[in-house]
């Protein structure tokens, strides 16, 4: 084990151990000047002088400072790359617009023309086609022989069934276990969760 032994009465430090080693815990304040060979009852002793180094030969702190930003850089890169998507995700989208929708399909996957759809089907007509993601849904001609903005789903919201229009009782009315919808695809009678 090192010892160390300081010398008050001088500017200068006073390191020694017995293992011949400089002491560690002083290597970067001091600057050894000579060296001594010292024997008393115990064994060999080797003891060295050092001396403060002179202000002008301090040496330069690059070091230090290189660790301490690529200490800072191995935070705050991490913690960056963190906090970014982080903070996204509070700040709404914008920008996007409303788009123009999702174009219908007839039954045979041909895109649905408005002006062509018109000509073959008449006000208060309700055709199925594909909608989004291809779920069958129905387009509405409206009195004034427009399009609705709007497509009806025509899948069963109480077990998936494909509902059809009931001209005759103007609604929708499920074959599967009687669910009633309004011409708007409301529920107004169940089993369907109202």
């Known amino acids: 084990m090192a010892s ?6 001088a500017p200068s430090q006073l390191c ?3 293992s011949g080693m400089f002491c560690p815990s002083q290597a970067f304040l001091v600057k050894p000047t000579r060296t001594h060979l010292v024997k008393n009852e115990k064994g060999m002793r080797i003891t060295c002088q050092a001396t403060s180094i002179p202000a ?35 700040v709404p989208s914008g920008g ?4 123009g929708g999702t174009v219908a399909k007839d039954a045979i996957g041909n895109d649905v023309i408005a002006e062509e759809w018109l000509k073959t089907h008449g006000p208060g007509d309700r055709t ?8 069958p849904t129905y387009l509405v001609v409206e009195k004034d022989r427009t399009l609705a903005t709007y497509g009806i789903n025509a899948v069963c919201t109480h ?11 103007n609604k929708f009315i ?12 409301r529920v107004v009678r169940g089993p369907a969760p109202l």
């Open 4 to 9: 160390s032994t300081f010398s008050p009465a």
């Open 16 to 18: 020694s151990g017995k």
């Open 56 to 90: 002008d030969r301090v040496p330069d702190m690059g070091k230090r400072q290189l660790m301490n930003l690529l200490l800072l850089g191995a935070i705050s890169l991490p913690s960056g790359f963190m906090l970014v998507p982080y903070a996204a995700f509070f």
């Open 96 to 99: 996007r617009g409303t788009g």
């Open 174 to 185: 499920c074959p599967c276990h009687g669910s009633q919808y309004n011409d708007q695809g």
């Open 159 to 169: 077990l998936g069934c494909v509902v059809p229009w009931n001209q005759a009782e």
């Open 128 to 135: 199925l086609t594909q909608g989004l993601k291809g779920d």
